[in-house]
């Protein structure tokens, strides 16, 4: 049994190449730029020519009006009689100085031409609209441009009728022709062709230019987005123009400055959140075993292991909470719940609740009571104590040093302002102004996840207050709190 021949399966086409962005700009950009100006260029070409040959044409037509008048007034003035008539312009015809360049013709009270002065014409019928409306108005006719009837020649024609005693005796006819004219129109017309044609040409090569100075820098400017985008934070592009181009160009790398700044904020955050979870974690395990496995005989020991666990998870669950607070504040959950509060009632209750703990520590905490009673306002207290306990547990991580902490609130204007100072050894002056960053840290050795502040910062300013890291004379840290009384 034969076998059949295999067919080829045909190869499927590859789809065409869909032209590059750069491209398509390119493309839109040139033709919608040369069809405006191809516009432009043939309105402009053609109203200047039919402008230059309706000039000439005028001029010729009124030249040839003006002409045809002087002559018949000049044989009218010289004809004394009716047979005169034909003989005076005869001899005029006959006589013309500009028949060289025009054709005088002598035509019959019904239109037959009796004599010309190129001998062509003579005994025809034109039978033109000049020579009609001559006879027809026994005036002067409009000038008549066209073909003419006998050698197909454009001429231009200007008919006046003699008349003697109000009797149409003959006409005469000037005719030119119109090809010099005619040639010098269509070299007019072609020489602004050819200018049109270089103005095109011109916006061409200008427009190819500028889209080229704008799409390099734009394709350099989508080719380093795409590294950042890659994972190459911190890349910065060369600026080489100084308009908006060079503005986007200066967006670019503060923004690759940017990510690559929070890039390494984000990792030193996991690296120091990372340890600061490791360490108490550390000690509760440690500890948790020891007691478990009974390797501790003496009750003071085990007490003293436990307090331990408890601090340590304590501290656990206030990073945890300090964690939880920022990512409501970044997912927009963090809320308030206003009511009017006693300021100085609540500030003295975190005062109150850390000069013990101070006192264990060897810190003195120094309260500085403001006598005059100061107005109810509205606000948070469960996130202003927040505020306060943040910023005593801060003077004591990063000012303990200096074993003294001053508190104090005293109004000032239609503001209270709070003041939380440590002795410690302050702040270096290249690192205030980030401070209250998000995940800053700074040269700070003291544990902590770095968003304390950032929280506060966040709490103060929704109450319409402000919150400022300074540097105090005489050495430490003081963070003021300011904020609106009744409001």
């Known amino acids: 049994m034969a076998r059949k021949p295999l067919m080829k399966k045909p190869k499927a086409a590859r789809p065409a190449q869909r032209p590059t ?15 405006v100006v191809l516009l432009v260029v043939v309105i402009a070409v053609t109203a200047f020519t039919l402008a230059m040959s309706g000039y000439y044409y005028s001029t010729m037509g009124s030249s040839l009006e003006n002409q045809a008048q002087t002559a018949t007034n000049i044989i009218i003035s010289t004809s ?26 002598l035509l ?34 409009s000038v008549w441009t066209g073909s003419d009837p006998s050698t197909g020649e454009h001429i231009m024609a200007v008919s006046s009728p003699m008349l003697h005693n109000g009797t149409l005796v003959g006409v005469l006819r000037i005719v030119t022709s119109l090809s010099a004219v005619d040639s010098l ?5 072609g020489l602004s062709i050819l200018v049109g044609l270089f103005i095109v040409v011109l916006v061409y090569v200008s427009n190819l230019y500028f889209i080229r100075s704008i799409l390099d820098p734009v394709a350099n400017v989508t080719e380093t987005a795409k590294r950042i985008a890659a994972g190459s934070y911190g890349v910065q592009m060369e600026k080489k123009f100084d308009d908006e181009i060079g503005d986007l160009t200066d967006a670019i790398n503060d923004m690759s400055m940017k990510i690559n700044q929070s890039e390494k904020v984000k990792s030193d955050f996991i690296s120091s959140v990372s340890h600061e979870l490791r360490t108490p974690l550390t000690a509760i395990n440690g500890w948790a075993e020891t007691i478990l496995n009974g390797e501790v005989q003496d009750p003071q020991d085990a007490r ?10 304590r501290r656990l669950t206030n990073m945890v909470e300090e964690l939880l607070e920022f990512s409501r504040i970044e997912d927009g959950r963090f809320t308030l719940s206003m009511e009017p509060l006693d300021i ?53 991580k990063h000012g303990g040093s200096g074993k003294r902490v001053d508190v104090s ?32 840290k700074g040269s700070s050795k003291a544990r902590g996840s770095g968003i304390g502040l950032a929280v506060c910062e966040e ?23 300011a904020l609106p009384l009744g409001t």
């Open 344 to 396: 100085k009632a609540e500030l003295e209750d975190a005062v109150y609740t850390y000069k013990e703990f101070f006192r264990r520590k060897g810190l003195t905490l120094e309260y500085d009571e403001c006598e005059e009673e100061l107005p109810i306002l509205e606000g948070d207290p469960q996130r202003l104590r927040q505020v306060f306990c943040n910023l005593l547990d801060n003077a004591d």
């Open 21 to 35: 962005k750069r491209q398509g700009i390119r493309r839109r950009w040139m033709l919608n730029s040369i069809s």
């Open 80 to 105: 004394t009689s009716q047979s005169m008539f034909t003989t005076t312009a005869r001899n005029y015809v006959s006589t013309a100085t500009e028949r060289d360049r025009l054709e005088f013709q």
């Open 304 to 313: 003293k292991g436990m307090g331990i666990i408890v601090s340590e998870a």
């Open 409 to 440: 609130i005293r109004p000032e204007g239609d503001m209270v302002l709070i003041a939380i100072r440590d002795y410690g050894p302050g702040i270096p002056e290249e690192e205030l102004p980030h401070v209250k960053y998000k995940f800053y």
């Open 108 to 141: 019959s009270s019904s239109g037959r031409v009796l004599l010309s002065s190129s001998n062509l014409t003579a005994g025809t019928v034109p039978g033109t609209g000049d020579i009609t409306e001559a006879i027809t108005s026994k005036k002067t006719s």
């Open 459 to 481: 709490i103060v300013t929704r109450h319409n207050g402000t919150l400022t890291m300074a540097n105090a004379e005489g050495g430490g840290c003081v963070a003021t709190i």
């Open 185 to 189: 129109i269509v070299l007019i017309a």
